[in-house]
């Protein structure tokens, strides 16, 4: 029972010890989780920008590509949002529910059907209001947030204000006037 270094160990001594450091290392990996990511494990998502969602939503469709109120033809005329009195908190609203009996669309996922909007009991929608975008309540927080940073109470269009609509891109073809 000696060793090379003429220290008497017993088996029955190790023992123990192993299991006891072997149940600490699982106990640490059960708490901590694994150190290497798993196969499976997803980056979280990029977070989209105000001017990124404003596209994905359709948005200047109504009201211009720089919220001026000045959209496509082929589409209903929506409100110039630079000249727009509505607070950001009204803004949310308006983008999640839609506006019924005008051609504004509620944009939330689950708005009306499982998010009660204008005091009105959850369930089906309005008649008069159509289905949007489809957006989380995070996105129409960002949507919010952009629109009342850089459209609301802003009349002029600088070119560094048309750049948060196309990527940050001040040269972009639209930015080109300004």
């Known amino acids: ?94 983008i999640s529910c839609g506006r019924p009996g005008t051609a504004m669309p509620y944009n939330l996922a689950g708005a009306y059907t499982q998010t009660a909007c204008y005091s009105l009991p959850v369930g089906p929608p309005p008649g008069e209001v159509t289905r949007g975008a489809g957006f989380s309540a995070d996105q129409i927080q960002v949507l919010a947030d952009f629109l009342a940073q850089n459209v609301l109470g802003k009349p002029n269009i600088t070119r560094e204000n048309c750049a948060l609509f196309n990527n940050g891109n001040a040269n972009a073809p639209a930015c080109r006037n300004f």
């Open 1 to 94: 029972m000696s060793t090379s270094t003429g220290r008497v160990t017993s088996k029955k001594k190790a023992l123990p010890f192993t299991l006891a450091l072997a149940v600490a290392a699982i106990a640490s990996v059960a708490v901590m989780g694994p150190l290497a990511p798993s196969a499976n494990a997803q980056a979280p998502a990029a977070k989209e920008d105000g001017g990124a969602l404003w596209g994905k939503g359709g948005c200047a469709n109504c009201h211009g590509n720089f919220a001026a109120g000045d959209g496509d033809a082929a589409y209903p005329q929506g409100p110039n949002l630079r000249q727009s009195k509505l607070t950001r908190d009204q803004l949310v609203e308006t």
